[in-house]
Structure formats: structure tokens, C-alpha cells
């Protein structure tokens, strides 16, 4: 296989990525629009408008034999798989981050965990114990 034909078959399955999200970030759209949503429906609308102009560009490239345009299309579409696999991580990793594992000793103790205002900010159901709810919480239940 020459290396010509091993970036021209990673061009498509990148384009085919791009095709899948344009579709998808579009049903979202609608589906935003159809709950009246305008706001969320006019951003993921822009969204897919924007997919689908990089989307359109290899093949418009192929056909019109653009090749400063194609060489940027290629790139765009070689890049893609990456792209979203690196989101997909990044997502997944911060996601990890945010759900706290439960210590031994807390396990041992039976103390549960309760999530005050600040999404990221954990304290231990004990009001009286100044180290772990650090003053936020007093008061509240």
C-alpha cells in the first residue's frame, strides 16, 4: 500500500467522523428547537453548519481539484480521529477526577459523603467537625 493510499483511506474515515457528528450535532439541534430551546437550538445549529462546510470540503476539493484548499481538507480530516478521541478522553479523565472514591477508613467508619453548593467541594455528614466542612456548611443539613 502506498503511503498516497494510506492518507487518502484515513481522509475518508476522518470525513465519515465528521459526517457522524454533523448528523448527530444536527438531531440535537432540532431536538432543542422542538423543546423551545432557541438559544441552544441556534448554537448547535451553527454547530453543524460548520461541520458540515468541513464535512463538504475533501470531496469539493477532490472534484475541483483545489489542491492548496485539499492539502488544508486533508489535514482537517487526517486530524479528526484524534481530535475526538482526545475529547473523549479528556472527558473521561475529568470526569474520573470528579467522582470521589470512598477512603477505607470511611468505608470502615460508615460516614457518607454529601454534596454541599459547590459541586467540587465534598464534606463528611458532621457538622461539629470543623477540619472537614471547613465552616461552609453550618447551619445547614
Known amino acids: ?9 484515513l481522509a475518508v474515515f476522518g470525513n465519515l467522523i465528521l459526517f457522524y ?7 440535537r439541534a432540532t431536538g432543542l428547537g422542538r423543546s423551545g430551546d432557541r ?3 441556534l448554537c448547535k445549529a451553527s454547530a453543524a453548519s460548520v461541520l458540515a462546510g468541513l464535512t463538504v470540503l475533501l470531496p469539493w476539493t477532490l472534484l475541483s481539484g ?6 488544508v481538507a486533508l489535514l482537517i480530516c487526517l ?3 484524534f481530535v475526538v478521541s ?10 474520573r477526577t ?18 454541599i453548593e459547590d459541586p467540587f467541594v465534598w464534606h463528611r455528614n ?3 467537625d470543623s477540619l472537614w466542612t471547613l465552616g461552609w456548611t453550618r447551619g445547614h443539613k
Open 1 to 9: 500500500m502506498t503511503t498516497e493510499k494510506l492518507l487518502f483511506g
Open 21 to 27: 457528528y454533523t448528523i448527530k450535532v444536527g438531531f
Open 39 to 41: 438559544f441552544g437550538a
Open 66 to 71: 483545489e489542491q492548496v484548499i485539499g492539502k
Open 79 to 81: 486530524l479528526t480521529p
Open 86 to 95: 482526545g475529547v473523549k478522553l479528556w472527558a473521561w479523565i475529568v470526569g
Open 98 to 115: 470528579l467522582v470521589p472514591r470512598a477512603s477505607p477508613t470511611a468505608l470502615s467508619q460508615n460516614v457518607q459523603l454529601q454534596r
Open 126 to 128: 458532621d457538622s461539629g
